[in-house]
């Protein structure tokens, strides 16, 4: 029997990319995926593509009433989260002079609070069983700094920051919290991200197949790991950075700012 099987499991952001993919993987082992997102044509869109017990409700996670209640609903109905993929989030890549304060300030509201929104909403009932296994989608901009990535980036140091922190808290209480720090994927992110297609197009032999992102969350929840850190060539550069930072943004500025 599959480790998913008759696990609950919410996932925002769920009405594209990797956080469909996932919904469709956890079906496809016997978990009972949620799928919370804003758009509710694409949320359906999604649903109608899988098979087996599932649920649908529309959440904007910037709305701390409405996260509040929606997961209270879920809870009323299955009496349990087992899972809680915190996928939500966007990026716009702006020079920071260019960029406007109120882009930043939206960025930070779903990418960084979002996730504090949602996981303050699930966890006191994990721990009260136990029981439970929390991820954050975060980002390798998370760890490496980029031109035109201040806002997008920050946010995800805050995640990796929240993230780490709420780790040691959760130490012996039977719940995992797990990071998960991709470079970039191939999904409709970069529709806003990079609307004139240039950083795509540079980056293009470089990028994730949601497909393969989505399956390491998977197996992250099912070993329980702490962080994940892909693919393998950033992870190095991740640790390179860390013990050379100066060396690494002078050879590695002409591979990263490419925006």
């Not at 009496?79 to 109120?102: C, H, M």
């Not at 997008?152 to 140091?157: E, P």
């Not at 390491?216 to 329980?224: C, D, P, Q």
């Amino acid at each position: 029997m599959s480790y998913f099987h008759n696990k609950i499991a919410v996932i925002t952001g769920a009405s594209s990319g990797i956080g469909a993919i996932m919904a469709q993987m956890l079906a496809e082992r016997g978990a009972i995926p949620v799928l919370m997102a804003r758009s509710e044509s694409k949320l359906a869109e999604v649903s109608a593509g899988l098979r087996g017990e599932h649920a649908v409700y529309r959440l904007d996670v910037t709305d701390t009433d409405q996260v509040m209640a929606v997961m209270d609903k879920v809870l009323e109905r299955y009496g349990r989260i087992d899972i809680l993929i915190n996928n939500a989030g966007y990026g716009v890549f702006d020079k920071f002079i260019d960029a406007s304060l109120d882009e930043i300030e939206q960025m930070m509201d779903v990418n960084y609070m979002g996730t504090v929104r949602c996981t303050k909403a699930v966890l006191g009932r994990m721990l009260r069983r136990r029981s439970g296994h929390i991820v954050n989608i975060a980002s390798m901009a998370g760890k490496i700094g980029s031109a035109k990535s201040t806002g997008y980036s920050a946010t995800k140091h805050a995640v990796l920051g929240f993230t780490n922190c709420l780790r040691q808290e959760l130490v012996g209480t039977g719940v995992g919290l797990t990071a998960i720090n991709p470079g970039p994927i191939d999904t409709p992110f970069f529709d806003i991200a990079d609307p004139s297609g240039n950083y795509v197009k540079n980056v293009k032999w470089f990028m994730l197949k949601p497909e393969k992102v989505a399956a390491k969350v998977l197996e992250s929840i099912e070993r329980r790991t702490p962080e994940v850190n892909l693919p393998l060539t950033a992870a190095a550069g991740v640790k390179l950075y860390q013990l050379f930072p100066r060396l690494f943004d002078r050879i590695s500025y002409k591979l990263l700012n490419k925006k």
